[in-house]
């Protein structure tokens, strides 16, 4: 700002034209910045895809899939296989030998597999929703910054416009100082007041580089979308809420580990087939014979006590966290629907009139020099200037 003010006065230039165009110059460079979103769905879109979750998305639908298609085998665990030699050439070496080869495969429960299968599709559903609803979270921070830095930038071009109006005014009141029609005292508050508004310029143009930088930091673009936010037409039900439903299907999930755990306390049984080969010794011939057999481990308690005891926790505070963001939501819905029929949305004219101190400066140059005319066509320029306007 400063340095602005220095080479306008050097150049001969009038500040506030040249402060004008070099906003406009910056508002088409901004515009035209080569990183952009034509909506704010886009920014949300482009926000998105930095996301961890939404980068490792892919991998986890795999990992879920993997899982399900392993609830729906046939066995609940791959087959293994076993070999084993006997012999007595180490002790009495008569030609004794055995050879066994044996094939267990794992067996599921009754009910088990169904069971396995249900707690992999609450386990995807769960993961859709919990992407659902992280999108949606990161929805809100992007609408918010957005209006953020929409916010800041029409502060800053109201702050330019009374600085512009402070700028003239000084020019002015010193003029009418130099002929006499006004008093000393009457420039040094218009300097004063200039320097406020420049100030505040300066804060203004902070506050906005700051606020465009968290959009920037959060969706990666170089420059806001275009257009207004269209407000939603017909709003999905409550229940339909992505926070709602990610909490509605981590209870779901919980409750099917929780059976699972609770009904299923052994071990898979494992069917086995083996062929043995033997000879008592060296004179006679080797014999065959095939053995079928069951291992069913027993059931015991302290097995799955620590995953009964997790799932009931998840499914309590799934249930108890469903219920309070619910009436949380109702509250905050009412209210916003209340406060939408009571107060309709206003437009705010940032530079409708002229400043207060514009004009109780001409009331007290005025009132010190009764003979001075005030020159009110540039006040009457500066306010029908067009405004920055934004909803609240």
Not at 167 to 189: C, M, P
Not at 290 to 304: C, S
Request: aromatic residues 4%.
């Amino acid at each position: 700002m400063r340095l602005l003010t220095r080479l306008c006065r050097q150049a001969g230039l009038h500040e506030a034209p040249v402060r004008r165009a070099l906003a406009a110059m910056g508002v088409t460079l901004f515009i035209a910045a080569p990183t952009h979103a034509q909506t704010l769905r886009d920014a949300v879109e482009k926000a998105w895809e930095q996301q961890p979750a939404a980068q490792a998305q892919t991998f986890r639908t795999a990992e879920l899939a993997a899982r399900a298609k392993a609830a729906n085998a046939w066995v609940p665990a791959p087959p293994s296989i076993g070999l084993s030699e006997r012999s007595d050439r180490l002790n009495r070496r008569a030609g004794a030998r055995e050879v066994e080869a044996e094939l267990s495969v794992p067996l599921w429960l009754p009910g088990q597999r169904q069971r396995e299968s249900t707690l992999a599709g609450a386990e995807q559903d769960l993961q859709r929703d919990a992407l659902d609803s992280a999108k949606w979270k990161l929805a809100g921070e992007v609408r918010e910054a957005y209006w953020q830095a929409r916010a800041a930038d029409a502060e800053r071009i109201a702050a330019l416009r009374r600085l512009d109006d402070a700028v003239a005014l000084a020019a002015d009141v010193e003029r009418r100082v130099k002929a006499g029609d006004l008093a000393r005292t009457d420039f040094n508050q218009a300097k004063g007041a200039e320097h406020s508004a420049r100030g505040a310029a300066n804060e203004a143009d902070a506050r906005t580089a700051r606020a465009l930088m968290a959009f920037t930091t959060l969706t990666g673009l170089e420059a806001l979308p275009q257009g207004d936010e269209a407000p939603a037409v017909n709003a999905p039900p409550l229940t339909e809420h992505p926070a709602l439903r990610q909490l509605d299907r981590a209870a779901l999930a919980a409750d099917a580990r929780l059976r699972l755990a609770a009904d299923y306390r052994r071990d898979n049984p494992e069917l086995t087939l083996a062929y043995r080969r033997e000879r008592s010794s060296s004179a006679e011939a080797y014999g065959g014979s095939v053995t079928l057999g069951i291992r069913i481990p027993l059931a015991t308690d302290a097995r799955n006590e620590p995953k009964v005891a997790a799932a009931n926790a998840e499914y309590i505070e799934a249930r108890t966290a469903h219920a309070r963001l619910k009436d949380q939501l109702q509250a905050e819905l009412l209210a916003s629907q209340q406060s939408a029929s009571a107060s309709p949305p206003r437009t705010i004219n940032c530079l409708a009139r002229p400043s207060p101190w514009v004009r109780s400066t001409l009331r007290r140059g005025c009132a010190q020099r009764p003979n001075a005319t005030p020159q009110m066509p540039m006040f009457r320029a500066a306010a029908s200037r067009p405004a920055a306007r934004f909803h609240d």
